[in-house]
């Protein structure tokens, strides 16, 4: 009727409203919590297939809400992104996981451990000024140049835009590595890895997911191996969760995993317990 059409109408107009109104205030509660330092990074170990010693650990970042309690950023990075409040979010990963590394270096991690880090598109659009901000913190720091490796996604690597083919040359001249993340699912070209000099590729979980039950996902994955190796790229598997997709991983070849089955991420205090402090007898 046309009494029920006006009431849904005012219904779709208020559940809009609503969705408005919280997306304000999440962007109202970013900001609060950016100038607060209601943000921690937790770890997650990427470990060496062969020997199950962990060489490498993915910093990933949560948001305390002061009301709401841990928030995963699936919840919140597309809306930084979007206001732009990433860029400063960004800087304070990459500042927050430089200085933990300091302190794994200190606690006794190995010479060549390496921490990762998300770097969202967003910003390799702006000047670029947060990379030798960030390297004049990282040398104050004392940081082994090829201790840092920073997640991309494949798409950005096919940006045709000068200005961020610059900053990633900027990076990879200063040593620092460059992973693909979720290799796979975007649309990177075996030329485009090959031409910025990629080092780590890490196949996204999807793939992972399908390993025991899709002969073709087997496939595609001995082929990136292959490939990547050829290319002289590592390769990283994620979101690995049992012991069969270990094996056939490393059936073929995958030198490197991260995933449940080794370890979830972790607070940065129970992570540095479980890898760096060991109790001597
Ligand atoms: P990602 O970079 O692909 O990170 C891997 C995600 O998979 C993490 O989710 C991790 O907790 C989860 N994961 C790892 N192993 C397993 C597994 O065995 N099973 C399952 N089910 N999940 C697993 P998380 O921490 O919620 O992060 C989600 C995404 O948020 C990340 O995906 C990344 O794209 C983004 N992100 C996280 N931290 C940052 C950051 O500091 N900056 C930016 N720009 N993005 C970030
Ligand atoms: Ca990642
Ligand atoms: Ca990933
Ligand atoms: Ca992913």
Not at 54 to 71: S, T, V
Not at 172 to 190: M, N, T
């Amino acid at each position: 009727s046309k009494e029920a059409g006006r009431n849904s109408h005012h219904f779709f107009e208020q559940s809009m409203l609503n969705a408005v109104i919280q997306k304000h205030q999440l962007v109202e509660d970013l900001r609060h919590s950016l100038a607060n330092d209601h943000f921690e990074l937790y770890y997650q170990p990427i470990v060496n297939l062969l020997t199950n010693k962990m060489c490498k650990a993915e910093a990933l970042i949560r948001w305390n809400h002061p009301e709401r309690g841990l928030i995963p950023p699936n919840e919140f990075i597309a809306i930084a992104e979007e206001v732009g409040l990433i860029l400063e979010m960004g800087e304070w990963v990459a500042r927050t996981a430089a200085s933990d590394l300091a302190q794994f270096k200190k606690l006794g991690a190995a010479d060549d451990f390496q921490i990762s880090i998300n770097v969202s598109p967003v910003q390799f659009k702006g000047h670029g000024r947060w990379i030798l901000d960030w390297f004049k913190y990282t040398e104050a720091l004392g940081l082994p140049r090829d201790a840092i490796i920073i997640e991309i996604t494949e798409n950005l690597l096919m940006e045709s835009e000068d200005s961020v083919r610059a900053q990633l040359t900027k990076l990879k001249k200063r040593g620092i590595a460059i992973a693909i993340d979720d290799f796979g699912v975007g649309y990177s070209s075996l030329s485009y890895l090959q031409k910025m000099d990629v080092d780590v590729l890490k196949i996204d979980k999807s793939f992972v997911d399908e390993l025991e039950n899709e002969k073709n996902s087997r496939e595609l994955c001995q082929v990136i191996i292959m490939m990547a190796h050829h290319l002289d790229i590592q390769v990283v598997a994620e979101g690995i969760e049992n012991a069969a997709q270990k094996q056939i991983l490393t059936n073929a070849g995958c030198e490197f995993g991260q995933g449940y089955l080794f370890s979830k991420p972790l607070p940065i205090e129970t992570f540095k317990k479980q890898y760096f402090i060991h109790s001597s007898p």
